[in-house]
């Protein structure tokens, strides 16, 4: 029995119990939650549902606790249901009932954990989009690894979702990249507001290579032939980046698409047309400040060009023309006014406001003997993708960036995350995987397969911890999606790493009988509780993009 069945015995239970006292059971919620203990003590799960609904009901909280206990003590699964304080309900599983779970796991295999909540939604997942004048960034690597948990997670859930790039090729952030590449390539200093680094120069000398007259060109061809092929050479690198770092996109948008084809003219004068822009100072406004923005924003300027927030309405147009009903936006942490302005443009077009959500991520520092790393190799300037990957790896890497709220500034700290013991997060999670594969290696050895499992016999607290954190799996993944929050996934396996490592350790609950002994049904339960521990960590680093390694 999972928390999920439970939740669902508890609500047809309660049910019935109030009909039989005569009162109505819409005052339930849709869905009972039932949570675990702090202490193990107090029972398998805890639930709180009397409280929540038995004034509603015209009963005394406790009285309804007492008689909701009464009922589910008879019901199969459960061993035992009591009262305690003002009207909280502890309960605890059978054993046979508990140990089902583990069944349920091992015949669901890499499905465990998926559901169909979101089944039938469009979702465009844009992430990263970092400009192509430069390698990746900390914060935009720390997206790159949240955002593709983040779309294996709503995809786990039934989402159809698009991993999408935006890649801004327009504007005077080009103009300076070409002017870094052209100053290169004629041994010019680096422009006051141009990109220094040492790839700056790796790609100058790439263009001139392959266009050995290009520097007896003019300016303006220079400039021009510089501008289209760096940029291209740029961004062919940081998808490669991406890509070895286990991240690559369905769909890649050019920004300059939307200028070249009318669409940022054409949004800009559907809104003028009806009226959701304002005229002040001679320019064209749009009310962004009533969405949460800090002041509204220019979308005409007074010389008639469109503002950058013209690309931004004209994006979100197509995004909705491409059937999508619900555009994520994942955003750098100086990024806050994007909130209200996007919310603005959907409103403005006639939507729903809620069809944008913007996550804004915090800031990420690496720290080595204590002291910030603040310089890169490559880059010069900021430290990249590349960097941290070639300092911890990729697993840790991901793992590290996914590990905390994206609300929360996070400092990595080199010395821990490169350390090959439990001390490492990851390394701790990984190595539990590689400990059951260990336990089901050596057990090929017995034959186990003529012996039935007994999961009655699974009543030690050890046992009993593994299994109902293993139940608890795929509401940690459902609660991920709603929240868009996949840390929620790194601390879960944390917690089943932390119940798997002991129960392994105890020499009382051995997996693999000794010497002549033969295998038992209580050895059998064990070693599918060991499978089924295996496939939940594989499952859940499987949603992260870390790998499960065989043997550490």
């Known amino acids: ?74 019901a199969e699964g459960i061993e035992v249901a009591e009262v305690a304080g003002p009207g909280f309900l502890n309960i605890r599983l059978a054993k046979a009932a508990q140990g089902a779970i583990v069944e349920t796991i091992l015949a669901a295999g890499e499905k ?61 952030q080009i103009d300076r990249f070409a002017n870094s590449l052209v100053a ?43 501008r289209r092929e760096g940029v291209e050479l740029m961004f062919g690198r940081i998808k490669q980046n991406l890509h070895e770092f286990g991240v690559d996109f369905d769909v890649y948008f050019n920004e300059s698409s939307l200028f070249a084809s009318g669409a940022v003219e054409k949004a800009i004068e559907t809104l003028k047309a009806s009226g959701k822009l304002y005229e002040k100072d001679g320019a064209w406004w749009i009310a962004s400040t009533e969405y949460g923005d800090d002041k509204d924003r220019v979308v005409i300027k007074s010389d008639g060009k469109s503002a950058y927030i013209g690309g931004d309405i004209a994006y979100f147009q197509d995004k909705r023309a491409r059937g999508f009903d619900l555009c994520i936006y994942m955003l750098g942490a100086d990024h806050h006014g994007y ?26 520092n690496l720290v080595k003997d204590g002291t910030a790393v603040k310089m890169s190799k490559r880059a010069g300037t900021v430290v990249t993708l590349d960097d941290l990957v070639e300092l911890i790896g990729v697993d840790a ?33 990984q190595y539990a995987h590689a400990r059951t594969n260990q336990i089901i290696g050596n057990s090929a050895a017995f034959d186990y397969a003529s012996v039935t499992p007994d999961f009655a016999l699974l009543t030690s607290d050890r046992e009993g911890e593994v299994i109902r954190t293993l139940g608890e799996y795929p509401r940690v993944v459902a609660t991920a999606a709603e929240t868009r929050e996949p840390h929620r996934v790194v601390r879960y396996l944390e917690e089943l790493a932390g119940a798997y490592h002991p129960f392994q350790s105890d020499k009382a609950l051995r997996v693999i009988p000794q010497g002549d002994e033969p295998v038992t049904p209580v050895h059998a339960a064990r070693l599918e509780l060991v499978k089924a521990t295996r496939q939940v960590l594989a499952n859940g680093l499987g949603l992260l993009g870390v790998s499960a390694p065989e043997r550490m």
């Open 1 to 74: 029995m999972t928390p999920a069945d439970l939740a669902d015995l508890l609500r047809s239970v309660a049910a019935k119990v109030l009909v039989e006292r005569g009162s109505d059971p819409a005052v339930l919620p849709d869905e009972v939650k039932v949570e675990r203990p702090r202490n193990p003590e107090h029972g398998d799960y805890a639930t709180n549902v009397a409280m929540q609904v038995g004034k509603k009901a015209g009963m005394n909280p406790r009285d309804f606790a007492t008689a909701l206990a009464e009922a589910l003590s008879k």
């Open 112 to 172: 465990y954990g998926t559901a169909a909540a979101l089944a039938g939604s469009k979702i465009n997942l844009e992430f990263v989009s970092a400009n192509p004048t430069g390698p990746i960034h900390l914060g935009g690597t720390r997206w790159a690894a949240v955002g593709d948990a983040l779309g294996r997670i709503l995809s786990a859930q039934g989402a159809e979702v698009t991993r999408e790039y935006y890649f801004n090729d327009h504007g005077a």
């Open 184 to 226: 290169a390539a004629t041994g010019q200093p680096t422009p006051e507001d141009g990109y220094a680094g040492a790839y700056i120069g790796e790609i100058a000398d790439t263009v001139v290579a392959a266009h050995p007259g290009l520097l007896s060109q003019s300016a303006a061809e220079q400039h021009e032939l510089f």
């Open 339 to 364: 909130i209200g302005r996007l919310k603005a443009a959907a409103a403005a077009f006639g939507d729903d406001p809620n069809v944008v959500e913007v996550l804004i991520g915090q800031m990420v």
């Open 397 to 429: 890497a991901r793992y590290s960036l996914v590990r905390w709220s994206v609300n929360t500034s996070i400092d990595i700290d080199l010395d821990l995350w490169t350390k090959a013991d439990s001390e490492n997060p990851v390394y701790y999670v």
